[in-house]
């Protein structure tokens, strides 16, 4: 360090702010450096999700920890900036304490991070679910949290220490075809067959409807599309049609298209509809 002093003559501010500025710049070309070497190491990968979660994790990691040794080292180096460390530091227990609890969360957030890497619960591009209010795409994990793009293009920043305690549903993890339960209510006198033609039909002109019936399956399953009758009460008939589709994100869209062209059939062919039946008692006094 005195060598470097020495050398540098790190005595004024304008001689300091060029070494610090020379420091930062070596610490970028340095992290720029093993950031192509990760790349060029995670082409090897099989899945592109996995790899592309990988990559954007260590990205952030490097970054992060480059540039802390960074600061640390101006600081070393630097006699004003390490005198003045030196200062703050000597004998500073309770400081120590502060800081250590202070980071705790930070600390928490990191190894959750890095947990979530390893096991991969989900990854970069993946739809997942927390709860109703917590829905979306992964778009991000950083060193301390997860950023989740929903539906509205809002962004929902969720700290990896709480992400990693909490049950997700995974729409994508491993096969992203996804079984849509589609209900339709049918009045007491209503043709069950007819009904159960006109879904599957409507079912199939949808795009994003698949086929994800096996080989033997095919062979003893004539219908596509599985239609069962659920509940039959006082007021309709609950039948559920079994449609799979391709990709989860068009499941919302293939439900409501299926809504609606098979409420239209069934106002043109005259499908009977549940009508609320309704009990007036007159009580005399």
């Known amino acids: 360090m005195k060598l470097v002093n020495e050398i540098l003559k790190l005595d004024t501010a304008w001689n300091i702010s060029i070494y610090i500025v020379v420091v930062l710049l070596v610490s970028w070309g340095v992290s720029r450096l093993i950031r192509l070497i990760i790349v060029s190491y995670l082409k090897k990968s099989k899945s592109e999700k996995y790899k592309k979660t990988s990559l954007q994790f260590l990205k952030n990691s490097i970054k992060f920890f480059v540039v802390l040794l960074a ?23 309770i400081l120590a304490a502060i800081i250590g609890f202070a980071a705790q969360a930070a600390i928490s957030n990191l190894i959750a991070g890095v947990f979530i890497v390893i096991f991969k619960p989900f990854r970069v591009g993946d739809y997942i679910k927390l709860d109703d209010s917590r829905i979306g795409i992964v778009e991000d994990i950083t060193l301390r949290h997860t950023v989740i793009n929903n539906f ?28 849509s339960f589609n209900n339709f209510k049918l009045g007491l006198f209503a043709d069950i067959d007819l009904a159960k033609q006109i879904i599957e039909e409507e079912a199939l002109k949808l795009d994003g409807v698949i086929d994800y019936r096996t080989p033997t399956e ?44 098979v409420h239209k059939r069934f106002v043109k062919e005259g499908v009977d509809l549940p009508i609320p039946i309704r009990r007036i008692m007159n009580v005399e006094e």
Not at 221 to 241: G, T
């Open 71 to 93: 600061i640390l080292f101006i600081i070393i180096t630097v006699p004003v900036f390490k005198n003045k460390a030196a200062f703050i530091f000597s004998g500073a227990g």
């Open 152 to 179: 509205e293009n809002k962004r929902l920043i969720i700290p990896n220490s709480i992400i990693s305690t909490e049950s997700v549903l995974n729409h994508t993890i491993e096969d992203s075809h996804i079984l």
């Open 218 to 261: 095919v062979l003893a399953i004539s219908n596509q599309v599985e239609i069962r009758v659920i509940e039959v009460s006082e007021n309709y008939i609950l039948i559920r049609a079994y449609v799979w589709v391709n990709d989860p994100l068009e499941e919302f869209t293939v439900k409501c298209a299926l809504n609606e062209a």
